[in-house]
């Protein structure tokens, strides 16, 4: 009896196969060979991560977003010296959804100084609203959802907080995953 009947077996092989193609480009471009992606159990480590990770997105604008984090981590050493922070990063946007990634990068966008007041929000609501086509509350509810990955704090809480999107930042864990993302951006440029 086969435990995997062949056919689910060969569509996975032909969805997961693009995806690994597209990271084994990205690391051929930095200088890497396939083998440098896993030739320690660091690296291994990692490369498992970004494997399951693969398995859960079908977007081709995260699975870059994803390899862009690998090969990243790579290029600075961080996988090698730090390799807990690599796979923070990588856990941290293995489970997006290309809303939430999109929603990420335009709170970098906006981040610092523009979300330093509610004036400074608008800007970002505006975006919101025109680029991602997201209602106010729409966007809180992701940005709440977001909370999980570790990328995103709440607003302020207390007696005179308000339950909407003003107040949301991003946390270091997000400027060390976008950081690995320049990195092999500004490398392949």
């Known amino acids: 009896m086969e435990l995997i009947p062949k056919g689910v077996a060969l569509a996975y092989q032909g969805y997961m196969a693009w995806k690994f193609e597209l990271l084994l480009q990205k690391a051929e471009d930095h200088g890497m060979t396939p083998e440098e992606l896993s030739n320690s159990d660091q690296r291994f480590a990692l490369y498992m991560r970004v494997g399951r990770a693969f398995e859960a997105c079908s977007e081709k604008e995260v699975v870059d977003f ?46 610092p100084n523009d979300l330093s007041s509610r004036e400074g929000f608008q800007g970002l609501l505006q975006d919101v609203e025109d680029r991602l086509f997201l209602q106010r509350a729409e966007a809180t509810g ?29 946390t270091s864990l997000a400027d060390t995953l976008f950081g690995y993302v320049s990195l092999c951006k500004r490398h392949h440029q």
């Open 142 to 170: 992701i940005l709440y959802g977001l909370l999980r990955t570790g990328l995103v704090l709440p607003p302020d809480t207390g007696p005179w907080a308000e339950s909407t999107i003003y107040g949301f930042r991003l």
């Open 66 to 111: 994803i390899s862009n984090v690998m090969v990243g981590g790579i290029s600075s050493g961080d996988a090698d010296q730090q390799p807990d922070l690599v796979q923070m990063a990588l856990s941290a946007v293995s489970s997006l959804t290309k809303i939430e990634l999109n929603l990420l990068l335009l709170l970098r966008e906006h981040q």
